[in-house]
């Protein structure tokens, strides 16, 4: 019997069945897979293998090496070409079947729910060229409000809280604002940072939700003003948030509804550079006069991360641009990696839709 196994390339095969079928029906698998099944998968997670105190992706990767030394380990028995050959495929399309088993299984299937905007009859727009300078007035005289607050210097913020303490504050702040925007809020996800320092960015990312293992992870080498909306982002993806702009979007609501001035700072700070990027696209000249007018504190802030951005070159940009624009694209969604800079226009039709407009 178990030599001719099939079982992970089986569950495989029935979880993508399950997928053609989620595809066309959003709003069942919004009630059945992301708002029944997932949190269960959330809080279970959260109370058990999460818990330990180090990235359980370790565990993950251990399992991973285990799995492969076995099939070396066995396939040396195989007396004669087609069995091993025979042994291999079947190796090779269980592994696979497992893989896409767990991932839909664990997070994946929350690619076919209703994307959040729809939820919270939000639309995305592009703005006018009007429309974006008010919006960056706003975030910029929000920032310059905030910033005395957490310090009295000119000088770039350099140094924030320690991750133990603004994991927590996150964690916290998250669960206390996702009922702003009507998702699940049970489970208590965690974020850790990932070591060796500098990995994830060497791969081109700040962070990941790792289905896997239930968490997310953040590079230990991210600005410190980064952190807290990048915790924050990783923890929306933690609650079912596939959508790179909809993380985004709801990191940033919950950083500005905290009650906590770095956070509230941090998730500004981002919006405020993805405004900026959108200035600088439509018009270069506006935007050399908009960062001449800036705030020093925020200039200065500005300026630290940009350097710290370029002190970890990626390996390759473009290849993790395009295996990720690829893997997005793969499970739905049509904007691949440009939904990342969505977060403009949801910040303002959000902005728009708390004045009653
Ligand atoms: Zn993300």
């Known amino acids: 019997m178990l030599k001719h196994n099939w079982t992970w390339a089986l569950l495989g095969v029935i979880a993508l069945v399950v997928r ?27 109370v058990s ?14 399992v991973l090496g285990f799995i492969i030394f076995r099939y070396f380990f ?39 729910r209703v994307p959040i905007f729809q939820q919270l009859s939000l639309k995305p727009i592009p703005l006018e060229n ?20 957490i310090t009295d210097s000119d000088s770039a913020i350099q140094q924030t809280l320690d991750f133990p303490e603004l994991e927590k504050i996150v964690r916290a702040t998250t669960s206390e604002n996702l009922y702003l925007m009507g998702l699940n809020f049970t489970g208590n996800p965690r974020t850790k940072q990932l070591y060796p320092s500098g990995l994830l960015r060497k791969l081109g990312i700040l962070g990941i939700y790792f289905p896997f293992t239930g968490e997310s992870y953040i590079d230990p080498t991210l600005h410190p003003l980064d952190k807290p909306f990048t915790i924050a982002h990783e923890m929306a993806h933690s609650y079912g948030v596939t959508n790179e702009g909809e993380a985004n979007f709801i990191g940033w609501v919950i950083c500005t509804n905290s009650d906590n001035p770095l956070l509230q700072y941090s998730g500004q700070l ?11 696209k439509k018009d270069s000249t506006a935007y050399r006069t908009f960062l001449g007018q800036l705030n020093k504190g925020v200039r200065n802030d500005l300026t630290s991360i940009a350097d710290n951005n ?4 990626p390996i390759s940009l473009e290849l993790s641009r395009r295996s ?11 904007a691949g990696v440009n939904s990342y800079a969505q977060l403009t226009m949801l910040a303002y039709a959000w902005r728009k839709s708390l004045k009653g407009e």
Do not use: C
Not at 21 to 37: C, D, G, H, L, M
Not at 80 to 104: E, M, P, Q, T
Not at 136 to 145: E, K, V
């Open 310 to 313: 370029r002190k970890i070159v």
């Open 270 to 280: 981002r919006l405020f550079r993805y405004q900026m990027k959108d200035l600088y």
């Open 74 to 112: 066995k396939v040396r028995f195989k007396k004669g070409w087609k069995d091993k050959a025979f042994y291999s495929v079947r190796y090779f399309f269980n592994f696979v079947g497992a893989v896409v088993f767990f991932f839909l299984v664990l997070w994946g299937f929350n690619y076919q």
């Open 49 to 62: 293998v999460s818990r330990l105190p180090f990235p359980t992706i370790y565990l993950f990767l251990l």
């Open 324 to 334: 990720n624009d690829l893997f997005l694209k793969t499970q739905g969604v049509k």
């Open 130 to 149: 009007g429309q974006l300078m008010k919006e960056l007035d706003l975030t910029h005289n929000i920032l310059s409000q905030l910033r005395p607050h």
């Open 20 to 46: 053609f079928f989620a595809v066309q029906f959003p709003a069942k698998t919004e009630i059945i897979y992301s708002r029944s099944f997932f949190p269960g998968i959330r809080n279970v997670i959260d």
